[in-house]
């Protein structure tokens, strides 16, 4: 069964530019969660995706927002893009409520700020 | 005070030692625990849950968990250079997001 699947894999942009990743979970799973990961801060909560709502926001700016369709795919969008977005950016999808039995995780989208 | 925090290593160990790789977390009303494997330029992927206090065991992977110390560790018995790795603590607390450690860089030497 196919895995998570992120796109694109990496990404070099300029600051103040925008940026969307694209993210399709496993057949199945609905809820989709986002991801940024960076040397020093380790992997920090974005916001969780189900049924095209959002349930679960972390602390990000609101230059970092998201979407789901209903075919459970799920989009985030990065605008007037800083030196310090620059990182790993992954996508995690699970079962239908089903967190607590732990994510499956993508293989990211590396983004560069340059 | 961090959510979930670790060592950050490195931890070396001898192939064929165990590995000892521990994990506290501050909110008591957590439920579940988990243990992450990241190798380098990788994503990380879920190799042991945790929900009761006690031992867990999985092949040679044992997660512990110590809810009255807020704790959790994770023992790899018989070390090989493939566990070479970072590992990651997380931590859920009942909504749909989990709490991350930093991670802790496991070299296992040959």
């Known amino acids: 069964k196919a895995g998570v699947t992120q796109t694109p894999r990496y990404l070099i942009k300029t600051r103040g530019q925008q940026v969307t990743l694209s993210c399709s979970p496993i057949s199945g799973h609905r809820s989709v969660s986002w991801y940024q990961q960076t040397p020093g801060q380790g992997l920090q909560f974005l916001f969780e995706y189900f049924s095209e709502t959002q349930r679960n926001k972390g602390n990000f700016p609101g230059r970092f927002s998201g979407r789901q369709f209903s075919n459970s795919r799920s989009e985030m969008n990065v605008s007037t893009l800083e030196l310090g977005d620059s990182a790993l950016y992954l996508c995690?999808?699970?079962?239908?409520?089903?967190?607590?039995?732990?994510?499956?995780f993508g293989s990211g989208t590396r983004l560069t700020v340059v | 005070q961090k959510e979930v925090e670790q060592n950050s290593g490195p931890l070396s160990v001898p192939e064929g030692a165990i590995a000892s790789l521990n994990c506290t977390y501050s909110?008591?009303?957590?439920?579940?625990f988990f243990w992450y494997r990241q190798y380098s330029g990788k994503s990380p992927e879920l190799i042991m849950f945790?929900?009761?206090?006690g031992d867990k065991e999985d092949g040679r992977f044992t997660a512990q968990l110590n809810k009255a110390s807020q704790y959790v560790s994770l023992l790899i018995r018989d070390s090989q250079p493939s566990d070479s790795a970072t590992y990651l603590c997380a931590v859920n607390r009942g909504a749909n997001n989990l709490f991350f450690g930093t991670g802790t860089r496991l070299t296992v030497i040959p």
């Open positions: 945790i929900y009761s206090n």
């Open positions: 909110d008591r009303g957590s439920q579940s």
């Open positions: 995690a999808s699970s079962p239908p409520d089903r967190v607590g039995l732990g994510y499956t």
